[in-house]
């Protein structure tokens, strides 16, 4: 089964620094990666995924990841951070995505706090 | 376009009690997904629904069952409610085809007394 690990339960982070948020996946024969981001009582947005071709995945709200299959990593980044960014990042997996096998499982998060 | 939207919000109940969480997909998405939330945890699968057809199941008990109606919203039903089971009941759409897109709802928060 598909397993997916965040390293970093919490990481605080100067406002205009760069973070990086780390994710490990357990290797799969084909898998697919997400990072979703919830906000206070809200529901996940996607910020991004891999799917396949070029391992540099941008996303919305400038964040980007690297898939490398080497270190079954999938790090979240970002080059400058801003008080809006405070949220719940989540790393989710998915070893089938097909139609009728979309199941994701998520890493146990992490949440991002801005310092200004 | 209006989101995927989950209803009631919030929810109190007590042990041994039934409860139903309701959830509409985005127009034009055919699929459903159910993920439980407990706080400080990352969302775990619970259903997948298509066409009132159960396409996936996660590892929880079968006090937890779902249906998807011909208009293709979704319950999600739980039976003989217990302390753990107090979390945010995340529900997501998906169009039909290959490699599309989770959208989620706000959820649904249940607390069991």
């Known amino acids: 089964a598909q397993s997916v690990t965040q390293l970093d339960s919490q990481v605080p982070v100067f406002e205009e620094a760069p973070v990086e948020l780390r994710c490990n996946y357990s290797?799969?024969?084909?898998?697919?990666l997400f990072w979703y981001v919830q906000y206070p009582n809200q529901g996940l947005q996607l910020l991004l995924k891999?799917?396949?071709?070029?391992?540099l995945v941008k996303g919305i709200n400038g964040f980007e990841a690297e898939f490398n299959k080497s270190q079954t990593s999938f790090h979240l980044r970002k080059p400058s951070v801003h008080i809006s960014d405070t949220a719940e990042y989540f790393c989710?997996?998915?070893?089938?995505?097909?139609?009728?096998?979309?199941?994701?499982?998520f890493g146990t998060g992490t949440r991002l706090t801005i310092i200004p | 376009d209006a989101g995927v939207t989950q209803s009631p919000t919030h929810l109190i109940k007590t042990r041994g009690q039934h409860v139903t969480l309701r959830c509409s997909p985005i127009?034009?998405?055919?699929?459903v997904s159910w993920y439980q939330q407990v706080l400080g945890q990352g969302p775990q699968f619970i259903f997948q629904y298509y066409e009132k057809e159960e396409r996936g199941r996660g590892n929880f008990p079968d006090r937890f069952s779902a249906r998807q109606f011909p208009n293709y919203s979704s319950e999600l039903n739980v039976n003989a409610l217990l302390l753990g089971d107090s979390a945010l009941y995340l529900c997501?759409?998906?169009?039909?085809?290959?490699?599309?897109?989770?959208?989620f709802g706000p959820g649904t928060r249940l607390l069991v007394l």
């Open positions: 997501a759409s998906t169009q039909k085809g290959p490699k599309e897109t989770q959208y």
């Open positions: 989710a997996a998915a070893s089938g995505w097909d139609f009728g096998n979309e199941k994701l499982t």
């Open positions: 127009s034009g998405h055919k699929s």
């Open positions: 891999y799917l396949s071709g070029s391992t």
């Open positions: 290797s799969s024969v084909s898998v697919y």
